[in-house]
């Protein structure tokens, strides 16, 4: 991109002649400090165009758009004319004229920007001698034209889409909006949105509203996860008890999974696409350069077409589509031929329906218990020469990439159909994390990077407690936005096999059309500039801008998009008092914050540095704008105790995503129950054996400690907990055990005891080691965690 513009700046002629070496270095010095502020400062502030443009500079005027202006179009680029004109008629309610001046590029390209080519036109062109990259556009707003060159169609399309966004209505006839130029192309020609239609249905009235939103900010994918255990949502003709019963449930879970018992609305549920539905979606997506990639899942979360056609699993059933979210030990019967002739038909009509060059089978979670116990699979991986029901999966897979092939299309697979050794045909999707990826692209595989902590858009955006129900964790704005896509362990060879970026949306707790846009708006924004923009061209504060302005586009479009992305974050440190500091990216407004648990109003105090707490406190916090309240109100319980910021010693680590610091276990703050607030130590398979010292003898009465016990997101109590104290910490008396917690949730456990002189606490928690048989994750590793141990 760099070399590109030097003609522009310095002239195009090279000077070979002996130069001084000074001033090569300084001219060099100048070069690069040119081009490296061109990359990382060159945004424009009337260009507020996301996903951020490769070159953007505006002269400061304006230049309207007026009912007597038209649009001259060469005649490959009819469709993108009508668009055009379509969104100029959302604004003002008239229609500009068309004008098809022919598809000789030449002719129209030498009249562009010249003076006197007429009054008001919106020309658009076809160029690859000029723009040069694909899906490139070179967008150029005069007085009296605004000129959009494409490398090709899409190119065109993406400009237009860059000029929709700077549309803004200075009157009811008139539209304004700034001259200068947008130089612009895709980093990623892989840049993808993920749509879970399994657990909840969405009308297609709906998913044309949101291919629209996608292409909007330049996505170009749209992958339709189109079966699950919960429903199976695309018609099949060979098969028609997949539309009369695999594509309803009985009922749905009220409330989140992780609450038990569970309960359940009694209300069936379900519906599916016809192949006429999908027709019309896939070619309303190809209109705007979208591509649809179908996802059939296999051999896992399988349990809704098991329903209609029992035989295809490994016990014959009778089994029935899911009412709740998780992973089932029923899938589909490896070893039984009559699987593989039921998924073949299933992509024979599957590839009929949809023209992208790809198809995505799955592969994820899919549990080996049942193959292990099942004669057919154990014959097949005897016959078969393979090593386990890993390589039997292997197998699986591989016999479906192979049957796409003689259909002319290739696969794509979640991350764990690399651990039965898959072709390298196919495409990964590592959503398990960054890793994952990293080793698929060393190892030589096509790689989407998709790792769910960073780009799983059903995660809660925000640690408001008002928040609706969410899958767990906490991705916000900032943190999606901070993702590369490439990284570092990579080599140039190997990160060429980055070929782009996705997001996902799993709508379990997505009931309902307004609740998936509030959880993927904005978010989607940052993904998009992830996926287009350059690495060096991202800047938070600038995105956060141009995000305010683009809040107009979402309102007339009616997206019911999160609100709350400049909301108030804290920084806590801890030791004998507690020391938090308020930020918000909101700017020119005021913090301002109670410690009572009072709702801060314009007269409570203003934030001007860190805040000292020094007792138990309520922090509320609220942003102001004047006397104006913004957004919703922070709050944020502080506990003191003795224990705060003394040494603690951990007997075992915690680990994977739970692996905090130990010093968390006395700060202070207690973890939310959504266990996302990274507050909660976790303990996989191995005791909390902490030991905690004041430091001098300190007279004790009550020591707690807050566990979790969720077993369906394989987090269970201690089987055992005890407390013990000692002067010297050779010693220890026990002075509590509980062995029963009852709730389900976090069970807060206090002992109270006769006041004793101290210096040491221990706590031993015992981990329940493997869960149980007949348990959720039955034979896995339990999760044992722990949070805020409190001693006063």
């Not at 077409?305 to 490896?334: I, S």
Request: charged letters at 25%; a positive charge; aromatic letters at 12%.
């Amino acid at each position: 991109m760099q070399t590109k513009y030097i003609g522009m700046i310095f002239g195009n002629k090279r000077n070979t002649r002996s130069q001084d070496v000074k001033f090569h270095f300084k001219l060099i010095l100048v070069l690069g400090l040119l081009f490296s502020s061109m990359a990382l400062h060159a945004q424009d502030s009337l260009f507020k165009v996301i996903p951020e443009p490769v070159y953007a500079k505006s002269t400061g005027q304006a230049m309207e758009i007026h009912p007597e202006s038209r649009i001259v179009y060469s005649e490959s680029l009819a469709a993108n004319a009508a668009l055009l004109n379509e969104a100029i008629r959302s604004y003002t309610g008239y229609l500009l004229s068309l004008n098809v001046e022919g598809d000789d590029a030449t002719a129209l390209n030498s009249d562009l920007g010249k003076a006197g080519f007429g009054k008001q036109q919106l020309v658009l062109l076809l160029d690859s001698i000029k723009v040069t990259e694909k899906s490139g556009y070179h967008l150029l707003i005069q007085k009296d034209q605004i000129s959009i060159v494409g490398h090709d169609p899409s190119g065109v399309f993406y400009g237009i889409q860059s000029l929709i966004q700077l549309l803004q209505r200075s009157d009811k006839n008139i539209l304004s909006l700034p001259q200068g130029e947008i130089r612009d192309y895709p980093r990623f020609n892989y840049r993808g949105m993920h749509l879970d239609v399994g657990r909840h249905l969405y009308t297609v009235d709906f998913l044309k509203k949101f291919i629209d939103l996608l292409s909007l900010y330049k996505f170009n994918i749209f992958h339709w996860h189109l079966t699950e255990d919960q429903g199976w949502r695309i018609e099949i003709k060979k098969y028609p008890k997949l539309q009369s019963v695999s594509a309803w449930r009985s009922g749905t879970i009220i409330g989140h999974k992780k609450e038990t018992p569970h309960t359940f609305d009694g209300k069936k549920y379900g519906g599916y696409y016809t192949q006429e539905q999908i027709k019309e979606v896939v070619a309303y997506a190809s209109s705007k350069y979208v591509n649809v990639l179908p996802e059939i899942e296999m051999p896992g979360h399988a349990l809704a077409a098991l329903t209609a056609y029992p035989e295809l699993g490994c016990t014959g059933g009778p089994y029935q589509t899911a009412q709740f979210w998780g992973v089932f030990d029923d899938v589909f019967c490896a070893g039984n031929e009559q699987v593989y002739k039921f998924m073949e038909d299933v992509l024979d009509e599957v590839v009929s329906l949809f023209p992208y060059a790809y198809v995505h089978i799955g592969g994820d979670e899919c549990p080996k218990l049942k193959w292990k116990n099942c004669p057919k699979c154990q014959q097949r991986i005897k016959t078969e020469g393979l090593k386990d029901e890993h390589e039997l999966q292997g197998y699986f897979m591989n016999r479906i990439e192979r049957y796409l092939a003689t259909k002319n299309k290739k696969a794509i697979g979640w991350d764990e159909v690399l651990e039965g050794g898959i072709s390298k045909n196919t495409t990964i999707m590592n959503w398990r994390g960054e890793q994952s990826g990293i080793a698929a692209a060393k190892a030589g595989y096509e790689v989407i990077m998709t790792p769910e902590n960073l780009l799983y858009l059903d995660y809660y955006q925000s640690l408001n407690t008002n928040e609706p129900v969410a899958a767990g964790n906490y991705t916000p704005l900032s943190k999606v936005y901070a993702y590369e896509p490439v990284p570092d362990a990579l080599s140039p060879e190997e990160a060429s096999y980055i070929k782009g970026i996705q997001a996902g949306v799993w709508t379990e707790y997505m009931g309902d059309e307004k609740h998936l846009e509030y959880m993927v708006f904005p978010r989607a924004l940052a993904v998009s500039e992830i996926g287009w923009s350059e690495k060096g061209r991202k800047d938070y504060s600038w995105f956060l801008k141009k995000l305010r302005h683009q809040e107009s586009l979402l309102k007339k479009k009616k997206v019911n998009y999160f609100p709350y992305y400049d909301e108030i974050t804290a920084n806590w440190q801890n030791g004998k008092t507690i020391t938090v500091a308020l930020n918000s990216t909101l700017p020119n407004a005021l913090i301002r914050y109670t410690t009572d648990g009072s709702k801060p109003s314009a007269t409570s105090k203003p934030y001007k540095q860190a805040i000292t707490l020094d007792r138990s406190a309520e922090l509320k916090a609220q942003l102001f704008i004047g006397k104006r309240a913004i957004g919703r109100v922070f709050n944020q319980h502080f506990q003191h105790h003795l224990g705060l910021g003394k040494e603690i010693t951990l007997a075992n680590p915690p680990a994977g995503k739970y692996s905090f610091p130990a010093k968390l276990l006395l700060n202070g703050l207690e973890g939310h129950h959504r266990f996302n607030d990274s507050q909660w130590l976790g303990f996989s398979a191995k005791d909390l054996d902490v030991i905690v010292d004041l430091g001098k003898p300190t007279s004790v009465s009550t020591i707690g400690i807050n566990v979790l016990n969720y077993h369906w997101q394989r987090m269970w109590a201690p089987k055992r907990l005890r407390f013990m104290v000692s002067v010297d910490g050779k010693i220890y008396k026990e002075i509590f055990t509980q062995e029963k917690f009852d709730l389900n949730g976090i069970n807060k456990v206090n002992a109270r005891f006769p006041t004793q002189q101290l210096r040491y606490v221990r706590v031993l928690a015992e981990n329940v080691g493997i869960i149980p048989k007949g348990e959720y994750g039955e034979g896995e590793k339990a999760w044992l965690m722990a949070d805020e141990i409190i001693i006063n």
